[in-house]
């Protein structure tokens, strides 16, 4: 290695040294004000005062930079798959979708929702008007029988006047 070389690659790596405590100061100045903030964005933010500095820095270099430095921000867990597609039972037609719904009680449409606990899931069975949007009938249980979804029917039912 010739002198030159050693000096311009000590040179070199000084200036890396200055360059990722200044990144890295912005990103931290970043981060107190929004700590969930992905890399890319991240990125996008500082950059403006990175070129005022003379630091150039790319997507890559920046995501090591972090990676170096445990200051990755982790994906979230993904919930909870709900729909099973492939269970071999009838399905039925949606006769509601082409429906036109004038009026209160003329037509209820239900759905379930999960609810994680910590004992684990509650399951919601809501039923609701169509036209006014107000739910009518509702039931929590501890499983996805039909029984909750027939006790929140049940309910929206006795809610119903005489002449619907």
């Given at each position: 290695?010739?002198?030159?070389?050693?000096?311009?690659?000590?040179?070199?790596?000084?200036?890396?040294?200055?360059?990722?405590?200044?990144?890295?100061?912005?990103?931290?100045?970043?981060?107190?004000?929004?700590?969930?903030?992905?890399?890319?964005?991240?990125?996008?933010?500082?950059?403006?005062?990175?070129?005022?500095?003379?630091?150039?820095?790319?997507?890559?270099?920046?995501?090591?930079?972090?990676r170096r430095h445990?200051?990755?921000?982790?994906?979230?867990?993904?919930?909870?798959?709900?729909?099973?597609?492939?269970?071999?039972?009838?399905?039925?037609?949606?006769?509601?979708?082409?429906?036109?719904?004038?009026?209160?009680?003329?037509?209820l449409v239900s759905?379930?929702?999960?609810?994680?606990t910590d004992e684990?899931?509650?399951?919601?069975?809501?039923?609701?008007?169509?036209?006014?949007?107000?739910?009518?009938?509702?039931?929590?249980?501890?499983?996805?029988?039909?029984?909750?979804?027939?006790?929140?029917?049940?309910?929206?039912?006795?809610?119903?006047?005489?002449?619907?």
């Amino acid at each position: 290695m010739t002198r030159q070389n050693y000096y311009k690659q000590r040179m070199i790596r000084e200036r890396l040294t200055v360059d990722e405590k200044l990144v890295l100061e912005l990103i931290r100045k970043e981060r107190s004000y929004m700590p969930r903030l992905g890399c890319r964005k991240l990125l996008y933010l500082v950059q403006p005062e990175l070129e005022v500095a003379g630091v150039m820095i790319g997507r890559d270099r920046f995501f090591a930079l972090l990676r170096r430095h445990n200051m990755l921000i982790e994906r979230p867990k993904r919930g909870v798959r709900t729909t099973y597609s492939r269970h071999g039972f009838a399905v039925y037609p949606n006769r509601a979708k082409d429906m036109q719904v004038t009026g209160p009680h003329q037509l209820l449409v239900s759905d379930i929702t999960y609810i994680r606990t910590d004992e684990g899931f509650m399951y919601l069975s809501l039923v609701m008007d169509a036209f006014s949007r107000k739910i009518v009938g509702f039931d929590s249980s501890d499983t996805l029988e039909m029984d909750g979804v027939m006790r929140a029917g049940a309910q929206a039912i006795k809610q119903l006047p005489s002449e619907a």
